[in-house]
């Protein structure tokens, strides 16, 4: 299956400060990524939607002013927590898509943990 | 109407068993139902999905049942191993958008 990798798989950062998660396809050319949320025990939430070149789609509850996506390169796409709070630590996931089609490719995941 | 809803929460089972979870939508616009295995602090991993027209879809040791009429689907786990100790998910999606709404979970040991 295709490859999906997150950077970094963890990290702790301090309340107000904002965080960048990448997310890469490295096999294929993803034009649509998806960005999930997990709590602990929980099931994945999609928080937004990516197609390259345009804005994300967020989901009905999301603020876009503070999980900022940008989706600039058919391989790489970035979500941004933004003035984080420690409400925001949580297990963020990310997949790609080559569009238009069903199958997701999941990465590993990235734990935020604010303090 | 936007809900997959997953049953059981939690399963034990033992090695050499069978292990089956179930799921119910309400969405007839979904058309593709996909199941993932997740281990804890990783990222899932696609298993099986299937389309509605089709009844059935095996792949090694596990078998998705799809039942269009009752809007449900299954994942069945033969000859469970402790390996296969993790939580699984199910998801739907329909074409046009592609999005997956995931089931709330099971979370599945297998004991040795």
């Known amino acids: 299956g295709a490859v999906v990798s997150q950077h970094p798989s963890r990290v702790i950062c301090k309340s107000g400060t904002s965080v960048k998660i990448e997310c890469r396809s490295l096999d294929f050319q993803a034009t649509t990524m998806f960005w999930y949320r997990q709590f602990p025990k929980k099931s994945l939430m999609l928080m937004a939607t990516s197609n390259e070149g345009s804005k994300a789609t967020y989901e009905q509850g999301v603020e876009k002013d503070k999980f900022l996506i940008n989706h600039a390169s058919l391989t790489l796409s970035t979500l941004t927590v933004t003035s984080a709070h420690p409400e925001d630590s949580s297990f963020y996931i990310c997949?790609?898509?080559?569009?238009?089609?069903?199958?997701?490719?999941f990465g590993p995941g990235t734990r935020l943990t604010v303090t | 109407q936007q809900q997959v809803k997953q049953s059981p929460q939690s399963l034990i089972v033992q090695k050499g068993g069978i292990s089956i979870i179930n799921c119910a939508y309400e969405n007839t616009a979904f058309d593709y139902f996909p199941w993932y295995q997740q281990f804890p602090g990783k990222g899932p991993a696609l298993l099986i999905a299937?389309?509605?027209?089709?009844s059935e879809k095996k792949e090694g040791r596990f078998t998705i049942s799809f039942n269009k009429s009752a809007k449900q689907f299954s994942l069945h786990i033969m000859d469970s191993q402790p390996g296969d100790s993790a939580t699984y998910f199910c998801?739907?999606?329909?074409?046009?958008?592609?999005?997956?709404?995931f089931g709330t979970g099971t979370r599945l040991k297998v004991l040795a």
């Open positions: 997949s790609a898509s080559a569009g238009g089609v069903y199958e997701q490719y």
């Open positions: 299937i389309r509605p027209d089709v």
């Open positions: 998801a739907a999606s329909s074409r046009g958008t592609y999005k997956y709404i």
